[in-house]
């Protein structure tokens, strides 16, 4: 329907076209003058005021010079109907791709969303990479706050430290390259490049490149130059090669970050070898093909794996 108000607006509806808009229009006139109530109350399109891509005015005159004296009592209110959809849809889509992207506060910080905004340039010139399912929060000027995981490569400002506060601690940094997993669980980070100093329960750990911190309420735990690289779920393409069965998991668990359970009556094996590659796969997909690799059994639900069995 709002292809045809769309066509009738430009003078190109069909004839089909034009029958099937009067009977909507005979058959909706209550709907109508709903429609045409929400053009006479002004006051409660408060909320679009702020959208400046469509301007009305000039949308009420082109309607206005559309009108013929065939469709004079027909057009002229559902021409006017139709303005208002257009204006209200147009609006509505822009206040719903601002509100889902990226939002500003009162203050003008900024909140990201991973699943609209992955790939951020700062103001300061950082790049930082959001995963889908995490937000960040500008808190001040190279302040922020983190929920979920994000790659900083930061730009070095000694004067202005950047910070990331976590569930569990603050990261602290001049000019690096690190990445932070956090959750109510735990927080992780690993530093690619330069130094990071995480600050938890009056505590400082100063972390060097290769370095891979774990922070919970069990306490801080350090491993340094882990076999899988924490920042792998920023790459499209994850390639196995000659890899066996159990760090082919314990990749795809990172890379989805997502947990990894083995069941107690089985033993991972290292027997079993990989050879295949992803490229933007799902993990329902990944999963499927390793299980007509290796014949494997497991469950997989909203945030874990269980791997029963497998052979080769």
């Known amino acids: ?10 003078s190109e509806e069909s004839n089909e076209e034009r029958t099937v808009l ?3 229009k005979n058959d909706a006139s209550a709907n109508l003058e709903g429609l045409k ?3 006479d109350e002004k006051d409660g399109f408060e909320i679009l005021r702020d959208y400046k891509e469509v301007n009305t005015k000039e949308a009420w005159h082109f309607v206005e010079s559309q009108t013929s004296s065939q469709w004079t009592v027909f057009s002229g209110k559902l021409l006017n109907v139709a303005a208002i959809l257009v204006v209200v849809v147009m609006a509505l889509g822009g206040l719903y ?28 010139g950082s790049n930082i990479e959001l995963d889908k399912n995490s937000n960040l929060k500008e808190l001040n ?44 669980n735990s927080t992780n980070v690993f530093v690619k490049e330069g130094k990071v100093k995480v600050i938890y329960d009056n505590k ?26 924490p920042d792998i779920w920023k790459e499209s393409k994850i390639t196995f090669k000659n890899q066996s069965f159990h760090s082919v998991m314990e990749t795809i668990a990172i890379y989805y970050n997502i947990k990894l359970e083995w069941s107690e009556n089985m033993q991972p094996s290292d027997n079993c070898r990989i050879n295949t590659e992803f490229y933007k796969s799902d993990i329902e997909s990944v999963l499927k093909e390793l299980q007509i690799l290796t014949q494997f059994q497991y469950k997989l639900s909203a945030n874990k794996i269980v791997v029963y069995s497998y052979k080769c």
Do not use: C
Request: aromatic fraction near 12%; glycine fraction near 6%; charged fraction near 20%.
């Open 97 to 124: 791709y601002m509100m889902n992207s990226q939002s500003v506060s009162s203050d003008n910080l900024m909140v990201y969303k991973g699943i609209t905004s992955p790939e951020i340039t700062y103001k300061d």
């Open 22 to 24: 009067h009977n909507w």
């Open 37 to 39: 109530s929400l053009h």
């Open 1 to 10: 329907m709002k292809n045809k108000l769309l066509n009738f607006i430009l």
């Open 141 to 184: 000027y190279r302040k922020f706050k983190l929920d979920g995981r994000a790659y900083f490569a930061v730009a070095r400002d000694i004067e202005h430290p950047f910070t990331v506060e976590t569930h569990f601690g603050t990261v602290e940094v001049l000019g690096t390259a690190f990445n932070v997993l956090t959750s109510v």
């Open 204 to 229: 400082e750990h100063v972390l060097l490149p290769g370095d891979y911190l774990t922070v919970s309420k069990e306490g801080a735990f350090l491993n340094k130059n882990p076999l899988i690289q």
